[in-house]
């Protein structure tokens, strides 16, 4: 089954979304995951900046504002 | 008093990398957790729910974990909650957490004994090769829970380093299987939509259902607490713990999501279940059909949807995780109940290391009771809630312990990683774990029961032993000489000095005199000595000669008039040391000295009187230049209103000399925003000492509000203004008026910061 034709066999499955409880359900989901991945690419960018500049203490990280 | 440890100190080698580091969470967490809390948790809350399970556990799990790592990054030592918690609370709180520590560990030990017995004698029977055993099968499978149990305690007894290894392959096998589950399961639905069906209904049993199945499964989450204990082991800790903790959470939460959308696509409505060749049911709702084996729900679900290699694959994907979680979890509990002996928090006897085999026995000892006792004495479901609510009061607590480590630590620890959104994530965090505790009542009450009779067990042995037999750390601060005044003499108000030496000691008595006569108060003398990062602590009496002079030069001064209380304590840095004796007397005004010199930097006013003027929890008073033989006659008191302006008006008024001295209340009027000044002086005319009758007011228009200050402040004897009510953060940007016109005016200066609100209520307790 090619790519296209799989993920349009899934797309079929959003007449699913008419039932409030799996909208809403979905919404969470994919909230959750997307705080997720936000949390931790922030955080990584926080710690390749602060690995760059050495660490320091909480008062001269912000004087500087290393990416926090 | 200071430490009795040895000065020869010896260190780990660091070998482990951030793939080690990650894979050995992830090994912890990819365990029984999941395959035990699929089937309950599908049980309980749905299809949707199980979903959503696993992707909001997701969610509290990383706000967890960045605090997790930001502790870790500033303090990459082993020990993990317990010791952040020693840091951040002392001694009690980090016993308490040790102690949580320890019996989550082992019981999360038990749990994964208890699951691998399961499901290895689910497969057997399905076998028939073990119908020959005798007793019930739940009988069967406690005794090789036992077994299996004391097999690991055994290897831990023999040295861990080999297995920590070959942990890792296991690691990579079981990652891989349930990876390879969730693939299969978005295959199938590609071929056959109509099995999404199986999400209707979403919510079965209602909304409020996923609260307690979140708790029952948030052990699956715990694997950041192992990686915290690496520590001393790892390359680049500050860097490489903040990181596995976090990818380690983010990969375990889409895996687990992805297993779980498998798990509920596995069985098709309407499948007949076949046994020897005959049909024993139809599957009519999969959520309810899978949800009926209890523990075993993964299994009986991947085995439709892999009918040959299925319950094959799923008992060795089990058995994997579970050895290699049960291996670690017994290093984690035993290495916890080391430590705590190593810091007389529990008999030194645990801290014994065996001289063959150079592991701690005895706490290998005491981990294996709890083990085995648990392991056979309650049902599963218990057993895994006891650990997920264990883990979760721990994972409270280290929340707590982040936002006060901030606060108390934050210019003495260089930090590799700091969260984004402080305080925000600790907090939610805090929030939604009280909630998940209290939801898992639903699903174990015996849990409940266990846990909090763990913790008062803890606190009676901490009331009798361990108070009076812990060894202090480095970073403690402790009394060295004490002396205090009656308690019923003197009125309810209470006044602490800081003395830093002889001259400033002088310097403040005076006006101490006066607040302390008009307030009633008893006065505390605290003199700090900071003893130097890389003295020892044995030595911290030969650094406080010199304050304690100026202590007994104030002492003679004020002891005839005021109750009066002396204290000296030592610590590593002299501002965390004030704040915490303001706290733990609870003070109600602290007044400091202050020289005037700034050296530039990330300070206003000085690395001392900053973070004190920030954090304490009580009203502040700072002196410059205002000792000797001055008196105030004219005072000057800028103000824009807020309660330090009200709090500097009063004080201004109890300094100013007699009768006839005046006070000018002074604004500066920039065109931007208009304060009446009339009208500020009239409200907060009943906190002015003699009444407002002294009291008369100057406004100027000007745009230079710093250079309007500094000249009219040359024709009075003392200026008084309140600190900037500017949060933190933003006063580094751009410096505030007060503390600027604190640094550049001539003129004796007080200023003053009041405590009340929600903030001063929070300092005083975080």
Partial sequence: MTGPRAAGKILNGAWMLDDPDILIGSVVLVLSLATLVGFILWSRRVINRLARHGARTLREITKDRDGV | ?766
């Fill in chain 2, 1 to 766: 008093m200071a430490s009795d440890r040895s000065p020869v100190s010896s260190e780990l080698s660091r070998e482990l990398g951030l793939f080690q580091i990650t894979m050995m969470g992830l090994g912890m967490m990819i365990g029984a957790g999941l395959f035990i809390g699929i089937g309950k948790s599908i049980h309980e809350a749905g299809s949707g729910g199980l979903l959503l399970t696993f992707a909001l556990n997701g969610v509290i799990a990383i706000m967890t974990a960045m605090g997790y790592a930001e502790l870790s990054s500033a303090i990459p030592r082993a020990g993990g909650a317990y010791n952040f918690a020693r840091l951040a609370f002392g001694r009690g709180t980090s016993f308490t957490a040790g102690w949580m520590e320890w019996f989550a560990s082992s019981v999360a030990g038990s749990m994964y004994a208890v699951v691998f017995s399961i499901y290895a004698i689910e497969y057997l029977g399905g076998l028939g090769w073990i119908g020959w055993l005798p007793g019930e099968r739940v009988v069967q499978e406690r005794i090789l829970a036992a077994l299996v149990a004391s097999l690991f305690l055994y290897v831990n007894y023999r040295g861990a380093s080999e297995t920590g290894r070959i942990g890792a392959l296991f690691t990579i096998g079981q990652t891989l299987f349930v990876v390879l589950i969730g693939i299969v399961g978005l295959v199938t639905v590609a071929r056959d939509p109509a099995r999404l069906e199986n999400f209707k209904p979403f919510m079965p049993n209602g909304w409020w259902k996923i609260l307690a199945t979140m708790g029952f499964t948030f052990v699956a989450f715990e694997g950041y607490e192992v990686i915290a204990q690496a520590g001393d082991e790892t390359i680049e800790p500050r860097k490489n713990l903040p990181k596995a903790m976090l990818y380690s959470v983010g990969i375990v939460t889409v895996t687990y999501v992805l297993v779980a959308f498998a798990t509920v696509v596995c069985v098709r409505a309407g499948t007949e279940i076949v046994e020897n060749g005959k049909v024993v049911a139809v599957v009519d709702e999969p959520w309810r059909w899978i949800g009926s084996f209890g523990a075993t729900g993964f299994a009986a679900a991947v085995g439709q949807l892999m009918r040959r290699a299925g319950p094959f694959l799923v008992t060795l994907a089990v058995i994997f995780a579970s050895t290699s979680a049960l291996n670690a979890t017994i290093f984690s509990a035993t290495r916890t109940a080391y430590a705590l002996g190593r810091d007389r928090m529990l008999p030194g006897a645990f801290a014994r290391i065996s001289q063959k085999r150079k592991t701690p026995w005895v706490a290998l000892l005491a981990t294996a009771a709890i083990v085995l006792l648990v392991a056979t004495a309650l049902p599963v479901m218990d057993v895994a809630s006891s650990a997920s609510i264990m883990f979760i009061f721990l994972f409270l607590l280290v929340n707590l312990c982040v936002i006060r480590i901030r606060r108390n630590m934050g210019d003495e620890l260089a930090y590799g990683y700091v969260m984004p959104l402080f305080p925000l994530p600790p907090l939610l965090a805090v929030l939604c774990l009280g909630l998940l505790a209290l939801h898992l009542f639903e699903l174990s009450w015996l849990a409940w029961v266990t846990a909090p009779a763990w913790i008062v067990a803890g606190l009676v042995v901490y009331r009798l032993y361990s108070r009076s037999h812990a060894v202090a750390t480095e970073d403690e601060i402790a009394i060295l000489e004490e002396e205090r005044a009656p308690e019923d003499r003197g009125a309810g108000y209470r006044i602490t000095v800081a003395v830093a030496n002889p001259a400033n000691a002088l310097d403040l008595v005076r006006n101490t005199y006066r607040l302390a006569r008009s307030k009633d108060a008893r006065v505390e003398l605290l003199h700090m000595v900071p003893v130097p990062p890389l003295a020892p602590l044995a030595d911290a009496e030969r650094y406080m000669l010199e304050g304690k002079e100026g202590v007994v030069e104030a002492m003679l001064y004020l002891a005839p008039m005021f109750p009066l209380s002396t204290t000296l304590r030592y610590c590593r840095n002299p501002a965390r040391g004030i704040v915490s004796a303001v706290r733990e007397r609870r003070a109600d005004l602290l007044i400091l000295g202050w020289h005037g010199a700034v050296r530039g930097g990330v300070f206003q006013l000085g690395s001392t009187v900053d973070p004190v003027i920030e954090r304490a929890p009580c009203d502040v008073v700072v002196m410059k230049d205002c000792g000797g033989d001055r008196s105030f006659r004219r005072v000057l008191v800028p103000l824009a209103g807020g309660p330090n302006g009200a709090l500097a008006l009063e004080i201004a008024s109890i300094l100013a000399e007699g009768e006839a001295s005046e006070i000018v209340a002074f604004t500066v009027n920039t065109g931007r925003a208009r304060f009446d000044v009339d009208a500020f002086v009239r409200e907060n005319e009943g906190r002015l000492a003699g009444g407002a009758g002294r009291v008369s007011t100057a406004a100027v228009r000007a745009r230079d509000v710093v250079g309007s200050i500094l000249r009219e402040a040359e024709s009075y004897d003392l200026v008084v203004l309140g600190s900037t009510r500017v949060p933190v953060l933003r006063r580094l940007s751009s410096p505030p008026v007060p503390e600027t016109v604190a640094r550049t005016c001539a003129k004796p200066l007080v200023m003053v910061k009041a405590a009340g609100g929600l903030t001063g209520w929070l300092s005083r307790w975080i």
